[in-house]
T-cell receptor, first 114, second 115 residues
Framework: ETGVTQTPRHLVMGMTNKKSLKCEQH?????MYWYKQSAKKPLELMFV???????ENNSVPSRFSPECPNSSHLFLHLHTLQPEDSALYLC?????????????FGEGSRLTVL | AQSVTQLDSQVPVFEEAPVELRCNYS??????LFWYVQYPNQGLQLLLK??????LVKGINGFEAEFNKSQTSFHLRKPSVHISDTAEYFC?????????????FGKGTKLSVKP
C-alpha cells in the first residue's frame, strides 16, 4: 500500500468511447503525475501538476485530457483513443518536484483499446 | 538532453547468486540518480537514490548501488538474490530546473531469479 490508489485497475474501451482514469493520494503531497508504460519502452511522462496547476504537458495528444481538481485527486479523461494507446497508465505523487524527492506510484490502470 | 541506458533487458540468475544490473546515463549537468523496482502487477517502488555524498548507496531489500561519475554509471548490485527479487528494475535520472525536476527512466531490466 503506497498511499496512491488508482481506479479502475483494468479498462477495455472502443475507439469511440469516453472513459476516465482516477487517481487519489492520501500522502499530503503537492505534485501528481501521469506516466504511460508500454512494453519495451521507457516510462513516458505525460503530465505534471503542482499545487493543482499543470506544469508539464509532454506533447501528449489531445485525446488525453488531464484534470486536477485538488492536490489529492488526478483524473485522465480519455476519448477517441487509438489501439496504440493500450498501455499501463501509472499515477504518482511526490511532496513537491521530483528532482530530489521520491515518487510514490499507484498500481496502475491497464488500458486496452479495441 | 539527459538519457538513461540500461544495458541488459533481461538478467536470469540462480537463487543466492550475486547480481549486477547496469545503468549508464548521459548528462551535461549534475544529476540525481534513482533505482526503482516493479513487482508483477504493481506500480514502481523506490529502491535507493543518490543525491550527493558517499558514492555507495544502500537501499531496501539488501540492494546497493555505486555512483561513478567518470564512467557515468550507477550500477545496482546484490550479493545474494532471492526468488522474491524477481521483478523489473528501472534506473532513473533527474536534473533540477528551477524548483522543478522530472525523472527520466531507462527501459528497465527484468531480473528473473531461478531456484
Amino acid at each position: 500500500e503506497t498511499g496512491v490508489t488508482q481506479t479502475p485497475r483494468h479498462l477495455v474501451m472502443g475507439m469511440t468511447n469516453k472513459k476516465s482514469l482516477k487517481c487519489e493520494q492520501h500522502l499530503g503531497h503537492n505534485a501528481m503525475y501521469w506516466y504511460k508504460q508500454s512494453a519495451k519502452k521507457p516510462l513516458e511522462l505525460m503530465f505534471v501538476y503542482n499545487f493543482k496547476e499543470q506544469t508539464e504537458n509532454n506533447s501528449v495528444p489531445s485525446r488525453f485530457s488531464p484534470e486536477c481538481p485538488n492536490s489529492s485527486h488526478l483524473f485522465l479523461h480519455l476519448h477517441t483513443l487509438q489501439p496504440e494507446d493500450s498501455a499501463l497508465y501509472l499515477c504518482a505523487s511526490s511532496p513537491t518536484g521530483a528532482a530530489t524527492g521520491e515518487l510514490f506510484f499507484g498500481e496502475g490502470s491497464r488500458l486496452t483499446v479495441l | 538532453a539527459q538519457s538513461v541506458t540500461q544495458l541488459d533487458s533481461q538478467v536470469p540468475v540462480f537463487e543466492e547468486a550475486p547480481v549486477e544490473l547496469r545503468c549508464n546515463y548521459s548528462s551535461s549537468v549534475s544529476v540525481y540518480l534513482f533505482w526503482y523496482v516493479q513487482y508483477p502487477n504493481q506500480g514502481l517502488q523506490l529502491l535507493l537514490k543518490y543525491l550527493s555524498g558517499s558514492t555507495l548507496v544502500k537501499g531496501i531489500n539488501g540492494f546497493e548501488a555505486e555512483f561513478n561519475k567518470s564512467q557515468t554509471s550507477f550500477h545496482l548490485r546484490k550479493p545474494s538474490v532471492h526468488i522474491s527479487d524477481t521483478a523489473e528494475y528501472f534506473c532513473a535520472v533527474s536534473i533540477q530546473v528551477g524548483s522543478q525536476g522530472n525523472l527520466i527512466f531507462g527501459k528497465g531490466t527484468k531480473l528473473s531469479v531461478k531456484p
